[in-house]
């Protein structure tokens, strides 16, 4: 199951009475998207509600996994005391390793000796693209040749889109609007590195995505992000609401085209990780033996069960 609450104590109450083994998925940073969402609720109150409800939950669970290191932390932090299985979310890499005709650049403005920054992903308020815009506004005013492509759609497009007018460059970044999922390829193909300010991943498949598709990844150190991204290697990595940093790995990114090539190589090399032929086998591996041992201790009971009776 992939949700602990409704659907996960649903999976307790019916499952549980059966023996049947119940494996717990947790993909969502629940405390930081409440805080999103709903911001007249205190972050230290979605913090309290993990904290208390959480740890019971795992301990409930016969396998609890996480898709990133720094989710499990996050989890153990939580007080969640359950054995935590780290398996990535896997990713279908290959149409992002091999696209056979990019989306031509003219088509979306922008010249063959741009540089191309892209986001990809929901628009919404927990994706921090506003802390984006800023730090771009401070390469774009140093930089004639860097743009940037927001694919995607979402709640705050509107805002968003009414910031850059405001902040002058709106002949600098290009919003797409929602595409279909099978034409991303050809979209990320166009870009020359990857960018996002999200700090609410807990394993961010986009960014996976983007290495496939040999793009350098700039992003906030945070769990999930920073547990793909290794700074200086196949991206860079800036402290949590550091617009200064954020910014200066932006200008790097665009004026060292030696090191961004060299970065590109390395990402595609570090999506092979997140294959999902390698994460499936993972968690079938998994699940197979906490089928076994579920059955060895059915054969167990059953064994006692129906041992003769001896004075």
């Known amino acids: 199951?992939?949700?602990?609450?409704?659907?996960?104590?649903?999976?307790?109450?019916?499952?549980?009475?059966?023996?049947?083994?119940?494996?717990?998925t947790n993909h969502?940073?629940?405390?930081?998207?409440?805080?999103?969402?709903?911001?007249?609720?205190?972050?230290?109150?979605?913090?309290?509600?993990?904290?208390?409800?959480?740890p019971s939950f795992c301990k409930g669970c016969d396998l609890v996994i996480a898709p990133s290191k720094g989710l499990k932390q996050v989890l153990t932090n939580f007080g969640v005391a359950s054995d935590i299985e780290v398996i990535p979310n896997g990713v279908d890499i290959k149409p992002f390793q091999n696209v056979a005709q990019p989306i031509p650049r003219h088509k979306l403005g922008f010249q063959p000796e741009d540089?191309?920054?892209?986001?990809?992903?929901?628009?919404?308020?927990?994706?921090?693209?506003?802390f984006l815009l800023r730090?771009?506004?401070?390469?774009?005013?140093?930089?004639?040749?860097?743009?940037?492509?927001?694919?995607?759609?979402?709640?705050?497009?509107?805002?968003?889109?009414d910031l850059v007018r405001i902040m002058g460059?709106?002949?600098?970044?290009?919003?797409?609007?929602?595409?279909?999922?099978?034409?991303l390829p050809a979209y990320m193909a166009v870009a020359d590195a990857f960018v996002t300010a999200s700090v609410t991943e807990v394993h961010p498949l986009s960014v996976i995505e983007a290495l496939a598709s040999g793009l350098p990844v700039?992003?906030?150190?945070?769990?999930?992000?920073?547990?793909?991204?290794?700074?200086?290697?196949?991206?860079?990595?800036?402290?949590?609401?550091?617009?200064?940093?954020?910014?200066?790995?932006?200008?790097?990114?665009?004026?060292d085209d030696e090191h961004r090539e060299d970065m590109s190589k390395q990402a595609r090399?570090?999506?092979?990780?997140?294959?999902?032929?390698?994460?499936?086998?993972?968690?079938?591996d998994h699940y197979y033996e906490l089928i076994?041992?579920?059955?060895?201790?059915?054969?167990?009971?059953?064994?006692?069960?129906?041992?003769?009776?001896?004075r």
Do not use: C, W
Not at 14 to 24: C, E, L, N, T, W
Not at 31 to 54: K, N, S, T
């Open 269 to 284: 090399q570090a999506a092979r990780n997140y294959s999902y032929e390698k994460t499936t086998q993972i968690l079938l």
């Open 218 to 255: 700039i992003g906030i150190q945070s769990p999930g992000i920073g547990d793909t991204i290794e700074d200086g290697i196949t991206g860079y990595l800036a402290k949590k609401e550091d617009l200064a940093e954020f910014t200066a790995k932006l200008s790097r990114i665009i004026v």
């Open 1 to 24: 199951m992939h949700h602990p609450f409704t659907s996960g104590r649903l999976a307790m109450r019916y499952v549980k009475p059966r023996d049947i083994p119940i494996a717990f």
């Open 135 to 161: 730090a771009f506004a401070g390469v774009a005013n140093t930089y004639d040749n860097v743009h940037l492509l927001i694919i995607g759609d979402g709640s705050e497009r509107e805002n968003l889109q």
């Open 292 to 310: 076994e041992k579920f059955t060895k201790r059915k054969r167990g009971v059953l064994s006692r069960l129906t041992k003769p009776f001896t």
């Open 28 to 54: 969502t940073r629940y405390d930081l998207y409440a805080h999103a969402y709903v911001p007249m609720v205190p972050e230290a109150l979605g913090e309290a509600f993990m904290r208390a409800y959480l």
């Open 115 to 130: 540089i191309v920054l892209t986001y990809m992903g929901r628009i919404g308020p927990e994706k921090n693209l506003a």
């Open 169 to 183: 460059i709106g002949n600098r970044v290009n919003f797409t609007g929602m595409v279909p999922y099978t034409n």
